[in-house]
């Protein structure tokens, strides 16, 4: 098994004439891998999940899993398991019947049957509520059954349909962590399809960042969040401040507010440019400060502070269209500056990424 | 009352004054009910204990159980029996041929499923006789069936006048009261869960059978229910296409009340019929609520 669990290849679908929702996909994704796609709603990120499982054929392009071509193979006959956004538990049974629903159509015999879902409903810490009917389990709960009864068919893949969409915040965040721990302690391969960057950040072992039936960016979380390669993965993922710009020689770009910066080593492109600067990465001095080496500095002045709890986020108007965002951290030894004050913002080279439109 | 601080006494004023307007909103329908429903109720209930004269007149005096005894009678058992079965047989017809038109329809875009409903509303719009009617005229011996049947080299055939003749007109009168609430039932149903069952390794058919048909159970008891129940009682369509011979529980209780002038007799056999439509009811809205 040391193929790739899947494998999208030239994958697009169309419905009807004119709608694209995935636009000729390429992807690999390995063998216990937690990948996430992620884009905005419409992106074609469910519908790509909904390929891998069958529920939807590709218009062209194929899909394998662990080298094995799907084809026009229906859902039942492919070897991955489906957690639904709704968690599609069937109302009529009890919680026990519904994680046994996958053993006895595959023919497992009526003890084994008892014995998987005793343990994985263990596993999820259900046991007690095996009688129960869906309806009468907490959000919480049905999503750990939905889980349960996908994971105890042991597929080679799992797709998670934002399976923690429907949840509230705090809730959210705990089953964050059990979901990740749960992948690691089973070792199946996790695709998950989210919108939720925080999710696919903490979560993921790789990212892909959708955005209309593209794939614009394959990339772990450091790299997504760090190294974006395109305004949207930029944009859609944090905060993110975005300066129009002029190559002016090798290693340097003229802003549009007139002031030449450095920019990291390694870029060919000439021409205009978008620079992309997280505000965390940004600095504010007192205009009095003297400039602290190799790092690039512009002058502005504070037009706005927003007080986080933890952060503060600063406007600042450095001359460009738009005020830029800095996020200073709330510690007395860094101080805060006043709405009217001159200051210097400042950055180090490598802080900034060249990204395409 | 504005400005009054919340009191327990203030809230309770309001949830009667809200039960008082309930009640007012009803009272149209229930003194309706009440004066052409429930007091003919008990008038029949009243008659079935009275007894009746040599001349044909019913007798408000000697209470008695007389015509409930006669209910045991074969003949009015036979009659009874073929006004079950028939009713059953209808039911299912309706249902096996009801289930997978709604299901059509159900699954179609919101224009072409609009349509389709409007089609299987369309035969309300003309009269119930007229309809039934035009069956004489197709089941008669110089009818289509009939006039297919010659054109194929076989025998003129004759429906009409026989029991499968009243089964016709039935699911034929019928059928929208079994499509319409199977319709409801299916499409309300959550089709991801129909998906989750393909995902889970069932076949189209398994999951038909687990999920889409227990789901789709309240539309089944209603619909079943709606046209179980008209048919045992159903006096219209037998009288026109069913002759002389096939007598059924509506023409019998309608013959006591108007030629044998036997009241008492035509109000016990018609609770009979409550009764037993009643028991069904219930029976089946139980076995439907188990599988849900």
């Known amino acids: 098994m040391e193929r790739a669990a899947v494998e999208l290849v030239g994958v697009t679908k169309r419905f009807g004439d004119d709608v694209t929702a995935v636009d000729d996909l390429e992807l690999t994704i390995e063998d216990g891998e937690f990948f996430s796609l992620l884009g905005p709603s419409g992106c074609g990120k469910t519908t790509t999940l909904r390929m891998i499982a069958g529920f939807e054929f590709p218009t062209e392009g194929s899909i394998r899993i662990h080298g094995n071509e799907m084809g026009l193979k229906p859902p039942?006959?492919?070897p991955v398991n489906t957690v639904f956004q709704s968690y599609a538990l069937f109302p009529h049974m009890t919680v026990f019947d519904n994680v046994a629903f996958g053993l006895e159509m595959k023919k497992v015999s009526k003890a084994d049957v008892e014995a998987r879902v005793r343990r994985v409903l263990d596993q999820v810490q259900l046991a007690q509520r095996a009688d129960a009917r869906p309806s009468q389990l907490s959000g919480g709960m049905q999503q750990r059954v939905a889980l349960a009864r996908a994971l105890v068919n042991e597929p080679e893949?799992?797709?998670?349909?934002?399976?923690?969409?429907?949840?509230?915040?705090?809730?959210?965040?705990?089953?964050?962590?059990?979901?990740?721990?749960?992948?690691?302690?089973?070792?199946?391969?996790?695709?998950?399809?989210t919108h939720d960057q925080e999710e696919a950040l903490t979560m993921s072992d790789r990212i892909g960042v959708m955005s209309n039936g593209r794939l614009l960016q394959v990339g772990d979380s450091h790299e997504i969040y760090e190294r974006p390669t395109s305004r949207f993965v930029a944009d859609f993922i944090g905060d993110i401040n975005l300066i129009d710009g002029e190559i002016s020689g090798s290693?340097?770009?003229?802003?549009?507010?007139?002031?030449?910066?450095?920019?990291?080593?390694?870029?060919?492109?000439?021409?205009?440019?978008?620079?992309?600067?997280?505000?965390e990465r940004l600095a504010i001095h007192r205009a009095s400060d003297p400039p602290s080496p190799g790092r690039n500095h512009m002058k502005a002045?504070?037009?706005?502070?927003t007080y986080f709890g933890d952060v503060y986020f600063y406007d600042v108007d450095a001359g460009f269209d738009q005020p830029l965002e800095v996020k200073e951290e709330n510690r007395p030894e860094i101080g805060t500056h006043d709405v009217g004050v001159e200051v210097t913002v400042s950055w180090t080279p490598d802080a900034a990424n060249l990204v395409t439109d | 009352m504005t400005g009054a601080p919340v009191t327990p006494e203030l809230e309770k004023g309001a949830e009667r004054a809200e039960s008082r307007r309930g009640f007012l909103i009803g009272s149209p329908a229930s003194a309706y009910l009440v004066l052409f429903f429930a007091i003919p109720l008990v008038l029949v209930f009243v008659y079935s204990f009275a007894s009746r004269s040599s001349t044909g007149l019913t007798v408000l005096e000697d209470w008695n159980l007389d015509?409930?005894?006669?209910?045991?009678?074969?003949?009015?058992?036979?009659?009874?029996?073929?006004?079950?079965?028939?009713a059953l047989i209808t039911t299912a017809v309706c249902l096996l041929a009801s289930y997978p038109f709604a299901y059509y329809i159900a699954t179609r875009g919101p224009g072409l499923r609009n349509v389709l409903l409007i089609l299987v509303m369309i035969p309300f719009w003309s009269n119930f006789l007229v309809r039934t009617y035009a069956w004489r005229v197709l089941l008669g011996s110089d009818g289509v069936i009939s006039q297919i049947s010659q054109a194929l080299g076989g025998e003129s055939i004759r429906v009409l006048f026989t029991p499968p003749a009243v089964l016709i007109g039935l699911v034929y009168g019928y059928l929208p009261f079994m499509v319409l609430p199977l319709y409801a039932a299916i499409e309300r149903l959550d089709w991801s869960l129909v998906e989750a069952a393909r995902d889970l390794y069932a076949?189209?058919?398994?999951?038909?059978?687990?999920?889409?048909?227990?789901?789709?159970?309240?539309?089944?008891?209603?619909g079943s229910i709606l046209v179980f129940i008209p048919s045992l009682g159903a006096y219209v369509t037998p009288a026109i296409l069913g002759g002389a011979r096939t007598v059924l529980m509506g023409d019998y209780i309608v013959s006591q009340f108007l030629a044998a002038r036997n009241w008492p007799f035509g109000s016990a056999l018609s609770f009979a019929?409550?009764?037993?439509m009643l028991?069904?009811?219930?029976?089946?809205?139980?076995a439907g609520a188990r599988t849900l």
């Not at chain 1, 799992?158 to 721990?181: C, S």
């Not at chain 1, 002045?301 to 502070?305: A, D, G, K």
């Not at chain 2, 076949?203 to 209603?222: N, Q």
Request: net charge positive.
């Open chain 1, 76 to 78: 039942n006959e492919r």
């Open chain 1, 157 to 193: 893949v799992l797709l998670l349909d934002e399976p923690l969409g429907a949840l509230d915040l705090k809730l959210r965040q705990n089953m964050q962590y059990e979901l990740k721990d749960l992948q690691s302690r089973v070792g199946i391969t996790f695709v998950y399809v």
């Open chain 1, 251 to 279: 290693g340097s770009v003229r802003l549009s507010n007139g002031v030449e910066i450095e920019i990291p080593a390694g870029h060919d492109q000439s021409g205009s440019v978008t620079l992309a600067l997280r505000p």
């Open chain 1, 301 to 305: 002045r504070i037009t706005r502070r």
């Open chain 2, 67 to 86: 015509s409930y005894r006669r209910l045991l009678d074969p003949l009015v058992v036979e009659i009874f029996v073929r006004s079950f079965v028939l």
């Open chain 2, 203 to 222: 076949d189209g058919w398994t999951a038909f059978r687990k999920v889409t048909l227990p789901l789709s159970m309240p539309g089944i008891v209603a």
């Open chain 2, 273 to 276: 019929v409550m009764f037993v």
């Open chain 2, 279 to 286: 028991i069904a009811a219930m029976l089946y809205f139980r």
